[in-house]
C-alpha cells in the first residue's frame, strides 16, 4: 500500500521513514527494537513505540552507543512523549524451547500486540520480518537508522537492565548487576564455579556445557 524510498535516497537523518510514511498519510508509526539476543541469562527483551510526528527526539540514539545515564534521561524523554509504548518479554526456559530468533519475534508482537492506538505501519529493526499483518520494514542498524527504531531500543535496554538488577539480588554470584547476563570473563567462571541458575540459557554454549541432569 505504501512505498518507501530506497535507501540511496535517505537524506533526512533518523527521521526520514517516519516522515516519510507520515507524508504518504500513514498515521501510526511504530519503531520496534530488542535486546538481549546474545546474554547466557535473563530473557530477550521487545519494545514497540510510537512516536508523535513533531516532538523533540535531541539525544535519542542507538541504545548501545549511549551510557547508562543517556538512556535513562532518553528513557524518560520518550516516555514523556510517546503516543504509545509496548514491551514484550520472553523468558529463557522459552528461549531454550523455541530458540532465540523465534523468542525474539515473539516478544516483538507481543511488544506490538499492546500498542493502542493500533499501529498503521511498522519499521523493525533488522532483516528479518516479524510475524504480523500490519504492513512494514526491515531496516538493517535501524536502531541508528530511525529515530523510533531508536527509540524502542532504549526503551526495551532500559527495562531489561532493570530485570536484571533484581535477578542480581537474587541470584548475586553472578554480577547480573554488570554484565546483565551477557558472557563476561567474570560470568563465565561464576558459572564454571556454581553452575547455572534458573535464568540461565541452557542450550547456548557457555551454559550448556554445566548443566547437571
Same mark, same amino acid.
Given at each position: /500500500?505504501?512505498?518507501?524510498?530506497?535507501?540511496?535516497?535517505?537524506?533526512?537523518?533518523?527521521?526520514?521513514?517516519?516522515?516519510?510514511?507520515?507524508?504518504?498519510?500513514?498515521r501510526?508509526?511504530?519503531?520496534?527494537?530488542?535486546?538481549?539476543?546474545?546474554?547466557?541469562?535473563?530473557?530477550?527483551?521487545?519494545?514497540?513505540?510510537?512516536?508523535?510526528?513533531?516532538?523533540?527526539?535531541?539525544?535519542?540514539?542507538?541504545?548501545?552507543?549511549? $551510557?547508562?545515564?543517556?538512556?535513562?534521561?532518553?528513557?524518560?524523554?520518550?516516555?514523556? !512523549?510517546?503516543? $504509545?509504548?509496548?514491551?514484550?518479554?520472553v523468558?529463557?526456559?522459552?528461549?531454550?524451547?523455541?530458540?532465540?530468533?523465534?523468542?525474539?519475534?515473539k516478544? /516483538? !508482537?507481543?511488544?506490538?500486540?499492546?500498542? %493502542?492506538?493500533?499501529?498503521?505501519?511498522?519499521?523493525?529493526?533488522?532483516?528479518?520480518? /516479524?510475524p504480523?499483518?500490519?504492513?512494514?520494514?526491515?531496516?538493517?542498524?535501524?536502531?541508528?537508522? $530511525?529515530?523510533?527504531?531508536?527509540?524502542?531500543?532504549?526503551?526495551?535496554?532500559?527495562?531489561?537492565?532493570?530485570? /536484571?538488577?533484581?535477578y542480581?539480588? !537474587?541470584?548475586?554470584?553472578? %554480577?547480573?548487576?554488570? %554484565?546483565?547476563?551477557?558472557?563476561?570473563?567474570?560470568?563465565?567462571?561464576?558459572?564454571?564455579?556454581?553452575?547455572?541458575?534458573?535464568?540461565?540459557?541452557? $542450550?547456548?554454549?557457555?551454559?550448556?556445557?554445566?548443566?547437571?541432569?
Open positions: /500500500m505504501w512505498e518507501l524510498a530506497s535507501p540511496e535516497f535517505e537524506g533526512g537523518g533518523r527521521l526520514f521513514w517516519e516522515r516519510k510514511l507520515h507524508l504518504q498519510g500513514v501510526f508509526v511504530a519503531g520496534v527494537d530488542e535486546v538481549g539476543r546474545g546474554p547466557l541469562a535473563g530473557p530477550v527483551v521487545a519494545a514497540a513505540v510510537i512516536l508523535p510526528p513533531t516532538g523533540e527526539f535531541t539525544g535519542i540514539d542507538d541504545s548501545k552507543v549511549l $551510557s547508562a545515564r543517556q538512556r535513562a534521561t532518553c528513557d524518560d524523554l520518550i516516555r514523556s !512523549q510517546a503516543i $504509545s509504548i509496548g514491551i514484550g518479554a523468558e529463557s526456559e522459552e528461549i531454550d524451547q523455541i530458540n532465540i530468533l523465534q523468542a525474539t519475534l516478544a /516483538m !508482537q507481543i511488544a506490538v500486540a499492546q500498542l %493502542n492506538p493500533r499501529p498503521d505501519y511498522l519499521l523493525v529493526d533488522g532483516i528479518v520480518p /516479524m504480523a499483518a500490519i504492513p512494514q520494514k526491515t531496516i538493517a542498524q535501524g536502531d541508528s537508522r $530511525s529515530v523510533s527504531i531508536a527509540a524502542a531500543s532504549i526503551i526495551a535496554k532500559v527495562y531489561r537492565d532493570a530485570l /536484571m538488577d533484581k542480581h539480588e !537474587q541470584y548475586p554470584v553472578y %554480577n547480573f548487576g554488570r %554484565n546483565k547476563g551477557y558472557g563476561t570473563r567474570e560470568h563465565r567462571h561464576a558459572i564454571e564455579k556454581h553452575g547455572c541458575c534458573p535464568i540461565h540459557r541452557r $542450550s547456548f554454549r557457555g551454559v550448556k556445557e554445566y548443566v547437571v541432569g
